[in-house]
C-alpha cells in the first residue's frame, strides 16, 4: 500500500523543523567565498521549469571559472554548441526563475543559488568567456535571489568522488545507445566515429 504525503503538515511531521542553521545560512548577496567557489567550479546544474510546471535540469560544463561575476547579485553563464533543444531557455522564457547548483570534483559540498534569469544574445561580458577562440553563443544572466552551501550527505553516501566504486563500463558505450534508443538506422562504425576523438576536438565548432 503506498502511503502518500498530501500536506506541509504530514511532511513536517514525518522530518522535523530544520535546523536553525539551515534556515538562516540562506544569503542574497555574494560572499568572497562564493566568488572563490565560482572561480574553480568547471560545472554547474540549471534546473528551470515551464509556465505548465513542466521541469529541465541541463548540465552545463567548462574550464574553471566559466561563470562569471558581475558583481554582488549577479553571475553570468554561456552557452556552447549543443543539441539545439534549448528545452531550459525555453522555460525560462516563461518562467525566469531557476535553481543552480555548482560542483568542483572532489568536494562533497555544492553551492547552491536561486534567482531569476534572462538571456542575453550578446554584451561586453562576452569578451571573457572565449574559450579556444569562441565566444559564446548566448549567457544565462542570474540575479540571485538565494544562496548557500549545501552539505556533503549526498555526495558520501554516494561515494560520487570514489574513483575504486566507479564502473563506467556496467552500461554501453555511448555510441551503442544511442543505436538502441536514439538512432537505429545509423550504422554503429559512424556512430563510434562521430563520438570518437573528433567529437572532443569540436566542442567548441
Not at 543505436?179 to 559512424?190: C, F, G, Q, R, T
Request: charged share 25%; hydrophobic share 40%; glycine share 6%.
Amino acid at each position: 500500500m503506498t502511503t502518500e504525503i498530501t500536506s506541509t503538515e504530514e511532511l513536517r511531521e514525518l522530518l522535523g523543523e530544520p535546523m536553525a542553521r539551515a534556515v538562516t545560512k540562506e544569503r542574497r548577496v555574494l560572499h568572497e567565498l562564493d566568488r572563490q567557489w565560482l572561480a574553480a567550479s568547471p560545472f554547474c546544474l540549471i534546473a528551470t521549469a515551464g509556465a505548465d510546471g513542466t521541469c529541465d535540469v541541463s548540465p552545463k560544463g567548462d574550464p574553471p571559472g566559466f561563470t562569471l561575476v558581475l558583481d554582488d547579485r549577479t553571475i553570468a553563464i554561456p552557452e556552447r554548441p549543443g543539441n539545439r533543444r534549448a528545452d531550459g531557455f525555453h522555460n525560462i522564457l516563461e518562467n525566469p526563475h531557476v535553481g543552480l547548483v555548482f560542483l568542483i570534483p572532489g568536494r562533497s559540498d555544492t553551492l547552491r543559488v536561486n534567482g531569476r534569469a534572462t538571456l542575453v544574445r550578446d554584451a561586453p561580458f562576452f569578451d571573457r568567456m572565449v574559450v579556444q577562440g569562441h565566444r559564446p553563443q548566448l549567457a544565462v544572466v542570474v540575479d540571485v535571489e538565494q544562496v548557500f552551501y549545501h552539505c556533503a550527505k549526498a555526495f558520501l553516501r554516494s561515494e560520487l568522488w570514489r574513483p575504486e566504486t566507479w564502473q563506467p563500463d556496467v552500461l554501453p558505450s555511448r555510441p551503442r545507445i544511442v543505436k538502441a534508443v536514439e538512432a537505429p538506422e545509423a550504422a554503429l562504425a559512424d556512430l563510434e566515429r562521430h563520438y570518437g576523438p573528433d567529437y572532443v576536438n569540436t566542442m567548441y565548432s
